[in-house]
């Protein structure tokens, strides 16, 4: 499985951003994609996710202002990401879990400036 995240860059503190994050390879019909964050010095964090179903789960400081979304056809996973904040300011990276597995894509900067 090969993941191909997109969309990060630079922002000011209010502005918005969309990741995009594509998978190829063997996948199966149900699985989860998502996103998780990497800021210096600090552990990866759970950013959201969404089951192939449809459900979400999202980290309480994103809860209102990000919004996950996938196209099961294109197999594909975006993350809108509004009113961002310095705070946010991390290596997003992309995951799809399935059959008891993980694949990471290569992440893609966000830095927000305040």
């Known amino acids: 499985v090969q993941l191909q995240a997109s969309g990060g860059g630079s922002v000011q503190s209010g502005g918005s951003l969309r990741l995009s994050c594509a998978a190829s390879?063997?996948?199966?019909?149900?699985?989860?994609m998502g996103w998780y964050r990497q800021a210096p010095d600090k552990q990866r964090e759970l950013v959201a996710v969404?089951?192939?179903?449809?459900?979400?789960n999202y980290a309480d400081s994103v809860k209102g202002r990000f919004t996950i979304s996938r196209d099961n056809a294109k197999n594909t996973v975006y993350l809108q990401m509004n009113s961002l904040k310095p705070e946010d300011t991390a290596v997003y990276l992309c995951?799809?879990?399935?059959?008891?597995?993980?694949?990471w894509g290569q992440g893609t900067l966000v830095t927000v400036s305040s």
């Open positions: 995951v799809l879990q399935q059959r008891g597995t993980a694949s």
């Open positions: 390879g063997s996948i199966f019909s149900i699985n989860i």
């Open positions: 969404m089951a192939s179903g449809g459900s979400a």
